[in-house]
T-cell receptor
Framework: AQSVAQPEDQVNVAEGNPLTVKCTYSVSGNPYLFWYVQYPNRGLQFLLKYITGDNLVKGSYGFEAEFNKSQTSFHLKKPSALVSDSALYFCAVRGIYSGAGSYQLTFGKGTKLSVIP | DAGVIQSPRHEVTEMGQEVTLRCKPISGHNSLFWYRQTMMRGLELLIYFNNNVPIDDSGMPEDRFSAKMPNASFSTLKIQPSEPRDSAVYFC????????????FGSGTQLSVL
């Protein structure tokens, strides 16, 4: 089964410092990986995805993610954190094709990012 | 487009009562997903539909849970009878099943079963 793991429940970083939110994956076949963000009392919002190509994927709000096949990782990064980046971040992996024209996403447990002013 | 619309935003009910959560997906999207979020379990996929047909309901916790999608613009998730352990935030999400897998989430329904 496809799965992702987010080893940190919480990450604290000072405003202006670089941030990293970690994610590792386990898949059969080529991985299709995603990052989503959840602000308080809101649904999840898509940030970026990796399907193929460059290992560094750029997404919304200045975020990027680095795909590392040898380490089976897909860490989310941002060069300079903002207080407004404080939120819950989810890594996700696409499931196996259902044969009915769609896939499901399996999410990690989430990492709470707190950016301290 | 108004995005994925869920109702109600909050629901407080007593144990044993029937609860119905509603979802209107984004127009043109042909896949719809119901997720449940709790502190303990994180985000769990309950069921998903493609072209109004249920594809995988293996995440539905018990027979007390049922979901329907009578047409492309409406879905319901029903819990009957409800129990305190059903308390969670329930999210509906939709996507266009063209290999993109970019999900658009509603704002969720906060369910509290007393």
């Amino acid at each position: 089964a496809q799965s992702v793991a987010q080893p940190e429940d919480q990450v604290n970083v000072a405003e202006g410092n670089p941030l990293t939110v970690k994610c590792t994956y386990s898949v059969s076949g080529n991985p299709y990986l995603f990052w989503y963000v959840q602000y308080p009392n809101r649904g999840l919002q898509f940030l970026l995805k990796y399907i193929t190509g460059d290992n560094l994927v750029k997404g919304s709000y200045g975020f990027e993610a680095e795909f590392n096949k040898s380490q089976t990782s897909f860490h989310l990064k941002k060069p300079s954190a903002l207080v407004s980046d404080s939120a819950l971040y989810f890594c996700a992996v696409r499931g196996i094709y259902s044969g009915a024209g769609s896939y499901q996403l399996t999410f990690g447990k989430g990492t709470k990012l707190s950016v301290i002013p | 487009d108004a995005g994925v619309i869920q109702s109600p935003r909050h629901e407080v009910t007593e144990m044993g009562q029937e609860v119905t959560l509603r979802c209107k997906p984004i127009s043109g999207h042909n896949s719809l997903f119901w997720y449940r979020q709790t502190m303990m379990r994180g985000l769990e996929l309950l069921i998903y539909f493609n072209n109004n047909v249920p594809i995988d309901d293996s995440g539905m916790p018990e027979d007390r849970f049922s979901a329907k999608m009578p047409n492309a613009s409406f879905s319901t998730l029903k819990i009957q009878p409800s129990e305190p352990r059903d308390s969670a935030v329930y999210f509906c999400a939709s996507s266009f099943a063209g290999g993109n897998e970019k999900l658009f989430f509603g704002s969720g329904t906060q369910l509290s079963v007393l």
